[in-house]
């Protein structure tokens, strides 16, 4: 079956900007999560979305935010960029996001802010 | 201090060596504990996990977990060049959001 699809895999932004990114998920996942990774802090969890809700968050300012459609696609928008903002950003999709097992990831999307 | 500690490397090995990779951390609460390997310019996919303390064993590769002294470590038998990606720590607290909180990965290099 196919995995997860985050669009795009590249980009580049100038800071005050922002952005709009996109992960479809495995089909039948209903749990989506996001990720910052950088090499400095390593894999950083965003949020997580359930059934159209965020259900869990992480210590991101407000500039970061997201949403998921009734087909389990999901959106994360970054509002005002800052340099520090370039990343690479993984989504990841479970069944029900409560099995240590079953979360797979995209290949991500490299935003690189300027 | 991070709550998941994790040497980033790089490690280099020469083909056919044991690899060790290890991780630290602080909250107790952790029980579940997670390999992760991720090639360049892929996502992480998910390699081993184990319940609490123990040891596992999946053909070339072993996780083990030392709850008493916070320490979790894997090890790579006969290790490839295609063992050649990074390696991230996971844990989860049992019980709570399921969460991962990950270690920054340890970049592994296995020459020929």
């Known amino acids: 079956k196919a995995g997860v699809t985050q669009t795009p895999r590249y980009l580049i932004k100038t800071r005050g900007q922002q952005v709009t990114l996109s992960c479809s998920p495995i089909?039948?996942?209903?749990?989506v999560s996001w990720y910052q990774q950088t090499p400095g802090q390593g894999l950083q969890f965003l949020f997580e979305?359930?059934?159209?809700?965020?259900?869990n968050k992480g210590n991101f300012p407000g500039r970061f935010s997201g949403r998921q459609f009734s087909n389990s696609r999901s959106e994360m928008n970054v509002s005002t960029l800052e340099l520090g903002d370039s990343a690479l950003y993984l989504c990841?999709?479970?069944?029900?996001?409560?099995?240590?097992?079953?979360?797979?990831f995209g290949q991500g999307t490299r935003l690189t802010v300027v | 201090q991070k709550e998941v500690e994790q040497d980033p490397g790089p490690l280099s090995v020469p083909e056919g060596a044991i690899v060790s990779l290890n991780c630290t951390y602080s909250?107790?609460?952790?029980?579940?504990f997670m390999w992760y390997r991720q090639y360049s310019r892929k996502g992480p996919e998910l390699l081993m996990y184990?319940?609490?303390?123990g040891n596992k064993e999946d053909g070339r590769f072993t996780a083990q977990v030392d709850k008493s002294s916070k320490y979790i470590s894997l090890f790579i038998r006969d290790s490839q060049p295609s063992d050649s990606a990074t390696y991230l720590c996971?844990?989860?607290?049992?019980?709570?959001?399921?969460?991962?909180?990950f270690g920054r990965g340890t970049s592994l290099i296995v020459h020929p």
């Open positions: 184990t319940y609490s303390s």
């Open positions: 979305y359930f059934s159209e809700t965020q259900r």
């Open positions: 996971a844990m989860i607290i049992s019980g709570g959001s399921y969460i991962p909180t």
């Open positions: 990841a999709s479970s069944l029900d996001g409560a099995g240590v097992t079953e979360a797979f």
């Open positions: 089909s039948g996942h209903r749990s």
């Open positions: 909250n107790s609460a952790f029980q579940y």
